[in-house]
C-alpha cells in the first residue's frame, strides 16, 4: 500500500521559515518524481513544485519561485520542501503527490 505521509506545517509570522517533509513507502521512491501542490481556502489545487527522480532538476509555480525549494532524499524516502520569506498568501494545506498518489495533506498559516 503506497502512502504518503506530509509533516512540518504550522503557524508562521510573515517573513518566517518552514520545511515540509513528505515521507513515501509502498513504492521504490527513486524511480519517481516527486511534486508539491497546496489548496488554500476556496481555490482550487495549485501546483507549486516539482523535482525529478535524482533530484538533478526543479521546478516551480512563479509565485513561490526564488523562495521556496524542493529537495529529495532517496535513501531516506522522503522529499522536503524548504519555505522561506513566507507571504500570508502562502497559507493553505500543503500536498506532496507522486504519480496518481497523494498525501493528507499539512496545514501551513502565515500570519502575525
Known amino acids: 500500500q503506497v502512502q504518503l505521509v506530509e509533516s512540518g506545517g504550522g503557524l508562521v509570522q510573515p517573513g518566517g521559515s518552514l520545511r515540509l517533509s513528505c515521507a513515501v513507502s509502498?513504492?521504490?521512491?527513486?524511480?519517481?518524481?516527486m511534486g508539491w501542490y497546496r489548496q488554500a481556502p476556496g481555490k482550487e489545487r495549485d501546483f507549486v513544485a516539482h523535482?525529478?527522480?535524482?533530484?538533478?532538476?526543479?521546478y516551480y509555480a512563479p509565485s513561490v519561485k526564488g523562495r521556496f525549494t524542493i529537495s529529495r532524499d532517496n535513501a531516506k524516502d522522503t522529499v522536503y520542501l524548504r519555505m522561506n520569506s513566507l507571504k500570508p498568501e502562502d497559507t493553505a494545506v500543503y500536498y506532496c503527490?507522486?504519480?496518481?498518489?497523494w498525501g493528507q495533506g499539512t496545514q501551513v498559516t502565515v500570519s502575525s
Open positions: 509502498g513504492l521504490t521512491f527513486s524511480r519517481f518524481p
Open positions: 523535482i525529478t527522480t535524482a533530484g538533478t532538476s526543479t
Open positions: 503527490r507522486t504519480d496518481n498518489y
